[in-house]
């Protein structure tokens, strides 16, 4: 992922955490060292390493060592108060977060996600074939879970049930983000776990509607083809105006992470035109319950 030309930012949460601040904070160094006339290569001899780990670290995807951000400091002769509160971004940039303690369970490429779902003010979804992760009710994650690891145990997929859970404390906590999903009525047509767990399911959506901080749209049969052709997606949007909003593609084995301007406009005008073409959020939670009553 790079860092792309800021956007404009309304007021957010006060306090950002690790993956935030480890872009943000590699953001500041590239522009020190580019300041200061030296390539990554240059960069990377004083800190005994290499031009690749400057470049990891100028887009914030490892953490940062106190003696590395300070060898860096000096060579860009960075002092005074900018000096303190560049190293003591750093320390907080390598603090845990508490999604960490499900590594067992956990890809290297969704705890990037994790880590700026946290720091999101705006969290916008399109979802084709499941229920939105943080809408989910507990047996529907687990028959998800149990979709995409047939081969796992049943304490594993406890892990995973366990660890969706508590990606939903975001929609209740402090500061929580704006979620605005659109599902395609195929998602809430399909049985996934059983027609039990599946009106459960349902009843849950239609209760997270009167939720505050959460839009839900379904895009209905009737609408034909649609904009989002290519699958599901997600754009979040953050408080710091050095952070771009980025567009997350999740795939079988990994994912991407998109955040060049041009393709950042395309995702979100394909996401307005989504919002037109479903049904307007006032009628969701009667189209969910004619759903429902078809279950």
Known sequence: MTIAQPHRRSAGRQQSGPTALRIVLGGRLRRLREEAGLSRAEAGALIRGSESKISWLELGKVGFKPRDVGDLLDAYRVTGDLRETLLSLAAQANRPGWWHQYSDVLPQWFETYLGLEQDATRIREYEVQF?????????????????????????????????????????????????????????????????????EQLRHLIDMCAMPGVILQVVPFESGGHAAAGGAFSILRFAESELPDVVYLEQLTSALYVDKPADVERYLAVMERLCLDAEPPSRTADVIAGILDRM
């Open 131 to 199: 229920v939105p992760g943080l809408l989910q009710t507990e047996d529907y994650a687990r028959a998800v879970a149990r979709l995409g690891h047939p081969a796992a145990g049943a304490d594993e997929i406890e892990r995973r049930v366990e660890l969706r859970m508590r990606r939903q404390r975001l929609l209740t906590g402090p500061a929580s983000p704006r979620l605005w999903a659109v599902v395609d009525e195929a998602a809430l047509s399909r049985p996934v776990g059983g027609r039990a767990v599946m009106r």
